[in-house]
């Protein structure tokens, strides 16, 4: 069973994803980019670092990117090669190419799904990265 973390600050999303991940995932949930960085830190300090992370990109306060940007700075202080760094899924009604390149080169991230989706796409990309079967 793999260990998800779903950020995003809106409950209908994280409910809709925490239901499609259920039979294949634990899911833990983070209303806001900084509950879901502190949320990663914990896991990666416990030695329990998440399988995959949903990451939604517009949040108030700390936004999805600078989450994602601050995550890889973690793993970076923890020596996380990049061969083992968070897999993590970026998510986001914007699909502009501004936001494309940050999530795929400055966030390094594995994926990205633009809103709305439906539950075969979100399988689909965890198949797609061997992540279920």
């Keep these: 069973m793999l260990r998800a973390l779903i950020v995003d600050d809106d409950p209908v999303n994280t409910r809709f994803l925490s239901e499609i991940l259920a039979p294949h995932a634990t899911c833990d949930v983070a209303e806001n980019g900084r509950r879901g960085l502190e949320a990663f830190g914990r896991a990666l300090t416990d030695g329990t670092p998440y399988d995959i992370i949903f990451l939604d990109v517009m949040m108030p306060g700390m936004d999805g990117h600078q989450a994602l940007e601050r995550m890889r700075h973690l793993e970076q202080g923890q020596g996380v ?36 989706f439906s539950g075969e796409t979100v399988l689909s990309e965890l198949r797609k990265f061997d992540l279920i079967a």
């Design 81 to 116: 090669p990049p061969s083992q760094a968070a897999k993590v899924i970026m998510v986001s009604a914007l699909d502009d190419s501004r936001t494309l390149y940050r999530a795929f080169f400055q966030g390094h991230a594995l994926s990205f799904l633009g809103k709305p």
